[in-house]
């Protein structure tokens, strides 16, 4: 396959899922988000700062930079929603998302088709010549899963 058909496909399934997300986080309100997605799970901000760090995590990861904003692992990626670390506000975790996804977004689409087959930056090069489906594309893959799963759940607060 084309590299450059095939970093077509892959942004454009990454731009699809980031825009139905921030559609669906826009249109939820504060105490929506507020709300659990299901009795004894996860509530809508706790999801939307997990999503926005986990993205936050991607700049390193894919060499474009340092986290934006690195407080967000400790509260939604090392820890559960249920813990006693303070959250920031709903309106700020809209507009941690929205800058976060913005310099992602444009960093993947000037990513060259070959650099998409490069090493991420958690694996070495002993491992990746070993492994090298360790690479760029497959995370940006994994996390457009992990984001369409999360997508998900979200739209269970749409009443």
């Known amino acids: 396959m084309d ?4 970093k077509k496909i892959v942004i454009d399934a990454w731009n699809t ?11 939820l309100t504060d105490e929506q988000l507020s709300e659990e997605i299901a009795p004894n799970r996860n509530s809508g901000i706790y999801l939307v700062g997990h999503l926005t760090a ?9 060499g474009f930079g340092e986290k934006l904003f690195p407080r967000l692992e400790e ?18 975790l809209r507009e941690y998302w929205h800058e976060v996804n913005s310099l992602l ?21 002993e491992d990746f010549t070993k492994e090298p489906h360790r690479n760029k594309l497959n995370i940006v893959l994994s996390r457009t ?3 369409s799963y999360h997508l998900g759940q979200l739209a269970l607060l749409k009443k």
């Open 54 to 62: 986990v993205h936050d995590a991607m700049l390193p990861l894919l």
């Open 105 to 125: 977004t444009s960093k993947l689409e000037n990513l060259g088709e070959e650099e998409l087959f490069q090493r991420h930056n958690s694996v070495s090069e």
């Open 3 to 6: 590299t450059t058909l095939l």
């Open 75 to 92: 509260i939604f990626i090392k820890n559960p929603d249920k813990s006693s670390l303070e959250k920031p506000a709903i309106k700020k």
């Open 145 to 147: 899963n992990h984001l």
């Open 17 to 27: 899922q980031v825009g139905r997300c921030t559609k669906l986080i826009e249109g």
